[in-house]
């Protein structure tokens, strides 16, 4: 499929989440495997973060709090999200949202120094081209972190794909260090981030097959790669 079609595609449909609320809800169920990273950032008070894929954009107005002297950006394909995080974010004055597409970061090369996507990464048509565009945005010296629920090495969701509407990449821990390494990082490594919330005895959704299952995949966590740009 061509880039354009994919990226239609995807905003479509992301479009659809976000008018249905969807982006909100997202905050409850990221935030577990989200903020151990953000402990790992060790963020500075005066640095320009990047949130690629930001949906409602709870992630980056976090950020914003934590850097008051820098400058946060969150980036995301779809306009509605794009909205609804606007909408939400009227009062920080550090905060700016973009649509644009991770393989395109609509940004100058060497401004932030720390770059992350939550939840997002796997759903790119070209993955490998949007981590070449984190590192282009990144300052020398700058991070990168993407924490992904959907990756081959956790057996537990692998039924993702098929309930999805838009294509996605099932990849290894290993293929993703190897898209950071290509694209230029150093200090390329990948950690396990485990769901400590508290799972329902009886689950209802559509994403596990039961609540073994879900307690299953939380066990064996979120991948987070990181890399450096030397
Ligand atoms: C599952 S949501 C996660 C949103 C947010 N990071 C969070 O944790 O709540 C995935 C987001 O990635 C965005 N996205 C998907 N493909 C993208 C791409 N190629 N470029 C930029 N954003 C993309 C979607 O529009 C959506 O808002």
């Known amino acids: 499929m061509a880039r354009e079609d994919a990226g239609r595609e995807l ?5 659809k989440w976000a008018e249905a609320g969807r982006g909100e809800g997202m905050e409850q169920d990221h935030l577990p495997i989200t ?20 949906g409602s954009g709870w992630l980056s107005r976090r950020l914003a709090k934590m850097a008051p002297g820098g400058r946060v950006v969150g980036m995301d394909i779809s306009d ?4 609804a995080a606007r909408r939400a974010s009227t009062e920080q004055e550090n905060l700016l949202f973009v649509t644009g597409e991770a393989s395109e970061i609509p940004w100058e090369p060497n401004f932030f120094h720390q770059a992350i996507s939550v939840e997002s990464a796997y759903y790119w048509p070209e993955p490998a081209a949007g981590i070449h565009e984190m590192f282009r945005v990144l300052r020398p010296g700058g991070a ?26 099932l990849l290894l821990a290993e293929e993703w260090m190897q898209m950071f390494r290509e694209a230029g990082f150093g200090e390329v490594r990948e950690e396990r981030v485990a769901d400590a919330s508290a799972t329902p005895e009886k689950y209802t ?12 995949f939380k066990r064996e966590g979120a991948l987070v790669v990181a890399g450096r740009k030397k």
């Open 11 to 15: 905003r479509e449909e992301f479009n």
């Open 205 to 216: 959704g559509r994403w596990f097959r039961d609540a073994e299952q879900l307690k299953a």
């Open 35 to 54: 903020l151990p990273v953000l402990e790992k950032m060790k963020v500075g008070s005066e640095e320009n973060l990047l949130d690629v894929g930001c």
């Open 80 to 83: 509605e999200m794009i909205r």
């Open 144 to 169: 990168a972190w993407v924490v992904i629920n959907y990756y081959r090495d956790n057996p537990h969701c692998h039924q993702w794909g098929a309930l999805l509407a838009v294509k996605t990449h």
